[in-house]
């Protein structure tokens, strides 16, 4: 709504998000703790050791990705928790500390697809 989209496009991304994640037989939650990470002084470090966790957390759920697709389940990164974090929390009672990055439908895909790769050279732009 704070976007201004009609109500027919907002109900339908609704309806969409809400039975990707009704539907999914599996759903995996990506969260990330600062608990354990190093604590430095000042703010510089301490940004970088944040963006480290952060992309440590997505790297997991990338590998999580690849695993499902090795075993040839279906599997689809969501963000939806990031518009409702305190939501989901109190909902499945996680620590406050805790830092909500994505959820993963994990299911077998009701159609099947046939899996393709782009050449690496379409991909890696070398410079000299």
């Not at 963006?51 to 990338?62: E, H, K, L, P």
């Not at 697709?69 to 500390?97: N, Y």
């Not at 393709?116 to 070398?126: D, G, H, M, S, V």
Request: proline share 5%.
């Amino acid at each position: 709504m704070a976007d201004g989209l009609a109500e027919e496009t907002i109900e339908r991304d609704v309806t969409r998000s809400y039975r990707r994640i009704t539907s999914a037989p599996l759903l995996i939650l990506v969260c990330l703790s600062m608990e354990d990470m190093d604590r430095y002084s000042d703010d510089r470090r301490q940004q970088h050791e944040n963006t480290m966790a952060i992309q440590s957390t997505a790297m997991a759920g990338q590998n999580l990705l690849l695993a499902a697709q090795a075993l040839d389940i279906g599997a689809c990164w969501m963000c939806a928790p990031l518009f409702c974090p305190e939501a989901v929390k109190g909902c499945l009672q996680l620590p406050a500390t805790w830092q909500l990055q994505g959820l993963i439908a994990v299911g077998y895909p009701a159609e099947t697809w046939e899996k393709t790769r782009r050449p690496i050279a379409e991909l890696i732009k070398y410079r000299p």
